[in-house]
């Protein structure tokens, strides 16, 4: 690949990457810090579920109107002023608790203020790559996005599973509010983000008639649709674990906090490399099919997880799942961005993050109901069961699986 060719080249989208690179820094302590923090405070695989919920429900909703946004105003102003909002909240988050003011209504009420600055944040980015890059590189830097984001995620969890069970979650906290400062700054260096001549904020009007572009868009492209509920099913299922993953490792093994880090963190490695592969395999010509294997390797591989009683299976097992979980959202993001006119990216994103997104909410909320009242592993077994059945579904779909734009 010559120079001219890499995605750095782009001197904009390598600063927007160094600023990403360090925010996900904060990102990997989060990861760890927030749940173990809910779940100290509540002992509750419910309040866990809740806490997803608070998280995704805003995301989800928001996706349209962030999505209009990106569309009409200047993106590098919104993503610094949603990176502002998101250190705000970390500073009261970590000054709550060294203070003893912080409560889990504070909590929940910050989580889902981040939540909704994320919506924006991401719709600005999924408009800026094809931007700033074209759409032929448009997968490789979403998956290079996506590998430093799980290169953190490896690294930082077991540092701040130890970090949280020697001295809490402050050290955390506040290198998460830190890093989307410098965020801000890396961003407020690079050039224009587009669009080229925005249209300034829009009326309410016009974000109703973009989110009726973007759903009718989505909805006219049987694939894109098809993909999009299949994904809302996945995220179901996918969640159910997620809420109960860390009762799970303390009920059923035993684990510590610094085990559940070190969960996190070889879970991390299985995604790293789910996203080099996504990067590096040339499949646009197949994608459909590559995509279907990747979904029947992913139910698969999630059976030993299941049955199995051994900490250190279950956390090899799960990292081989994150691994096709990565591979499938890098595919999946980077063929959107291919057959999604330039000018429509964040309208079609934020209905299509929407329809996918909205299955995580009953998933957390039943995960962690079925975790307190039937046992932790009970929501692992519904979640790969429900896991097998959406691969056969995704197996019989000639829409998907002939898929070749």
């Known amino acids: 690949m010559s120079l001219a060719d890499s995605i750095f080249a782009s001197r904009s989208f390598s ?49 349209p109107i962030g999505g209009s946004l990106a ?33 889990l ?48 995620t490896t690294v930082l969890p077991p540092l701040g599973g130890a970090l949280f069970a020697i001295v809490g979650p402050l050290p955390a906290l506040l290198t998460t509010a830190l890093t989307y400062l410098v965020s801000q700054g890396s961003i407020a260096l690079a050039g224009t983000f587009g669009p080229d001549e925005p249209d300034g904020l829009p009326t309410i009007r016009d974000v109703k008639g973009d989110i009726g572009v973007g759903f009718r868009f989505l909805c006219a492209d049987a694939p894109m649709r098809l993909m999009a509920l299949l994904s809302c099913a996945f995220n179901f299922f996918g969640f159910m674990t997620a809420a109960s993953f860390i009762p799970f490792l303390k009920r059923d ?28 395999l040339p499949a646009r010509a197949r994608f459909g099919r590559v995509l279907t294997l ?42 959107r961005t291919r057959v999604t006119p330039e000018d429509l990216v964040g309208r079609v994103f934020g209905a ?17 109901a079925l975790a307190d009242h039937f046992g932790a592993r009970v929501p692992i077994v519904v979640s790969g069961l429900g896991y097998l059945a959406m691969t056969g579904a995704v197996a019989l779909s000639p829409a998907i699986r002939n898929e070749r734009r």
């Open 15 to 63: 600063l927007f990457y160094a600023g990403q690179a360090f925010s996900y820094v904060g990102y990997g302590l989060r990861l760890i810090a927030v749940p173990l923090l809910v779940y100290h405070l509540t002992n509750s695989a419910s309040a866990l579920g809740a806490t997803y919920a608070l998280e995704l429900l805003p995301f989800a909703l928001f996706g």
């Open 71 to 103: 569309d009409r105003i200047d993106r590098r102003r919104l993503m610094i002023v949603a990176d502002g909002i998101r250190f705000s909240v970390f500073v009261l988050f970590a000054v709550g608790y060294a203070t003893h003011t912080l409560t």
């Open 105 to 152: 209504t504070g909590l929940y009420a910050g989580i889902v203020l981040e939540s909704l600055c994320a919506a924006a944040f991401v719709s600005s980015q999924s408009s800026t790559i094809p931007y700033l890059l074209g759409k032929a590189r448009a997968t490789r830097a979403i998956a290079a996005l996506l590998g430093a984001e799980q290169a953190a």
């Open 253 to 280: 093994f035993g684990a510590t906090d610094l085990a559940v880090g070190y969960a996190f963190g070889i879970g991390a490695i299985g995604s790293v490399a789910g996203s080099f592969i996504a990067a590096h």
């Open 294 to 335: 990747a979904y029947m390797l992913d139910g698969l591989l999630f059976v030993p997880v299941m049955v199995t009683h051994n900490l250190q299976v279950a956390i090899t097992f799960l990292a081989l799942t994150n691994g096709c979980v990565m591979f499938e959202i890098a595919q999946i993001v980077g063929w």
């Open 352 to 368: 299509a993050r929407l329809v996918a997104l909205i299955g995580t909410v009953p998933g957390a909320i039943l995960g962690g």
